[in-house]
């Protein structure tokens, strides 16, 4: 069991299809240790959206909650945009389409659950870093969370 009292915004790593250059984020995982006694299966990711960025539509290979906990964003959840709001709760099933776009002039704040630390994600469309507006969507990743924190 673990208390976190406090998360550490960073900028995001450089990412030529989902460029964010103005969003932080802070990923909370609970420590391993040697005992086997931490949460193994959530991952939270904490995220500031900055204004007129966005999380790209994609899929995952894991469930996922995503909560708005302040600012107006538009959600994409299986093939439609809608408005959302403080207080939104998004689930996500594995498999289903999903991404935020900023559009209020104002940080979006977030906050996301997975359910397991190794994600397998494929992007849908491109956040383009300026310069790589041509690359195509890349192939399918996994990323796992614990190696990426503990790493």
Do not use: C
Request: net charge negative; aromatic share 8%; charged share 25%.
């Amino acid at each position: 069991m673990s208390i976190v009292t406090r998360v550490d915004y960073r900028p995001f790593p450089e990412d030529p299809h989902n460029y964010k250059p103005n969003s932080l984020h802070s990923l909370v995982l609970d420590p391993a240790r040697p005992d086997g006694r931490h949460v193994k299966n959530l991952v939270l990711n904490f995220e500031h959206l900055a204004p007129d960025e966005i999380i790209p539509v994609h899929v995952h290979t894991n469930e996922e909650v995503l909560i708005i906990d302040e600012g107006e964003a538009e959600a994409f959840y299986d093939g439609q945009w809608q408005p959302v709001g403080p207080g939104a709760v998004i689930l996500v099933p594995p498999g289903v389409s999903h991404g935020f776009r900023n559009r209020s002039g104002r940080k979006v704040r977030l906050h996301a659950v997975f359910a397991g630390s190794v994600v397998g994600t494929r992007l849908l469309e491109r956040s383009p870093a300026p310069g790589t507006e041509e690359e195509p969507v890349p192939p399918p990743s996994i990323i796992d969370f614990r190696a990426f924190v503990e790493g």
